[in-house]
């Protein structure tokens, strides 16, 4: 098998007019043949910068090297030494922009497709049974997690890892965070989250649901319960709205509210689960990220007529995935742009009817970089219209900032924390992921949890000194 198969292997999918009516996977995974195919494009570089591109510092040619040589297994173990949610990172990290865009192969062709190899092995190990390491020997210090998101799963496996006693506050009946209620099934199955987080049961990890930090349980009283240590990771879980007349009306949603009853819910299993998702023939969608993105391809598949995104920019601009919009528009969800609504209408019993849009074009670049919206005077259209769902964005809920007394926070109410080490203005309490950087991505929630593993080993250790 060589290296000079020049074009990456193309994932499989569901047919996008099947796919647009279930909740199935649409990315059907490799084939062990197309693997291989794949994994021979590796370079094995000696100094491989795809790893400088990845969060978790995977060894990136190492778990492929072993793909190139059937040792799947092998693979496996490279793999989870430094990613414990391998099968989830295969199919949400944006590699594209991470360890696929240092790839050097990618210079001149198309990059070696990781996430999708990642994916390979992960779901081949989840097939066999996943191999538990050995459990090391116990440092007899307990750590405290706030979010099994993200974030919190990782810190908490890192942590394990190392010997520590570990136990997850979770809010929800479930753990996950994002992983359950964000990111709908056909992108990222609940059986294959479950799985990762079995695993990390299994390295010992405690996880307690239906715990709200912040209120059930306060920062000072968990530290009060034999705690050496304590990670805040609850994420980004405060919708925005657009602060315009017509938000109260009965059929808009935010996208936090319209994607949670979709996924815990169940509310694409109506009538099996009570709690449908009433959303009418025409869905707009207001945003341009991943997360506008979900919402429309699920209001597609609760039955609308018409999904719409609604943009105030152009295509280039979306901050979305090139693979989400791609699917998004293969699946017929249409796109409206450097259009914003202004007003939303409704009639006499409050129900949503349509909205006042002001139509823009593109003016200088603003401090993200992208070209600004400047609105058109006098083009103002209106649109019929039975649901909408904001996806501008979220922010931190303020429950464990708002109780926890000498926690230093930003302007926008992010935790203040320090990028290298996770540590916060309290003595012996750390915090990664979206409730810090603000809404991230998944595998940067990652990279901050396995942070802060190694800060609170070393101030833990310093404590023995």
């Known amino acids: 098998m060589s290296n000079e198969v020049a074009s990456r292997v193309a994932m499989p999918t569901q047919d996008p007019m099947a796919r647009n009516k279930n909740f199935n996977e649409v990315a059907l995974g490799f084939t062990e043949e197309m693997a291989l195919t794949e994994a021979s494009r590796c370079l094995l570089c000696k100094n491989p910068q795809c790893v400088k591109g990845c969060p978790v510092e995977v060894d990136i040619p190492g778990f492929i090297a072993k793909i190139r040589e059937k040792d799947f297994e092998g693979s496996a173990k490279n793999l989870k030494d430094k990613n414990s949610l391998p099968a989830i990172c295969g199919r949400v990290c944006p590699q594209e922009t991470q360890c696929e865009a240092k790839c050097i192969r990618g210079i001149k062709e198309e990059p070696v497709a990781v996430g999708r190899l990642e994916r390979f092995i992960a779901d081949w190990e989840m097939a066999r049974g996943m191999e538990i390491p050995p459990k090391p020997a116990r440092k007899e210090k307990k750590v405290a997690v706030i979010g099994a998101g993200p974030a919190g799963l990782t810190v908490s496996g890192d942590l394990a890892k190392m010997g520590y006693d570990v136990t997850i506050f979770e809010s929800l009946h479930v753990a996950g965070g994002v992983l359950m209620y964000g990111i709908p099934e056909f992108r990222l199955p609940k059986a294959v989250v479950q799985k990762e987080i079995d695993y990390i049961k299994a390295l010992g990890v405690e996880i307690e649901c239906n715990v ?254």
């Open 212 to 465: 709200v930090g912040g209120k059930t349980l306060l920062v000072d009283d968990i530290l009060s319960m034999g705690y050496e240590a304590l990670f805040i990771g609850t994420g980004a879980g405060l919708p925005y709205f657009m602060d315009i007349p017509g938000e109260n009306l009965t059929g808009v949603y935010s996208a936090n509210e319209f994607l949670t009853r979709n996924n815990l819910m169940k509310a694409y299993r109506f009538p099996e689960a009570l709690t449908p998702l009433k959303i009418g023939k025409k869905v707009a969608v207001i945003g341009g990220g991943n997360v506008a993105m979900d919402a429309a391809r699920t209001a597609l598949r609760l039955g609308a007529e018409e999904s719409w995104i609604v943009y105030r920019r152009t295509a280039a601009e979306m901050p979305a995935r090139a693979e989400e919009v791609e699917h998004a528009e293969e699946e017929g969800v249409k796109f409206k742009m450097l259009t914003s609504p202004i007003e939303l209408l409704g009639d006499e019993n409050r129900m949503l009817t349509s909205m006042r849009c002001q139509k823009y074009e593109l003016g200088e670049p603003d401090e993200s970089g992208r070209k600004s919206p400047v609105p058109i005077p006098g083009a103002i259209e209106e649109i019929a219209i039975d649901t909408i769902v904001m996806a501008i964005g979220q922010g931190p809920n303020p429950l464990i900032t708002s109780t926890t007394p000498g926690l230093d926070t930003t302007r926008r109410g992010n935790i203040s924390a320090d990028e290298e080490t996770g540590q916060t203005s309290r003595e012996a309490v750390f915090a990664g992921g979206d409730i810090v950087t603000g809404a991230a991505t998944v595998i940067l929630a990652m990279g901050a949890g396995k942070l802060s593993a190694r800060a609170i080993d070393r101030y833990l250790s310093s404590k023995n000194q």
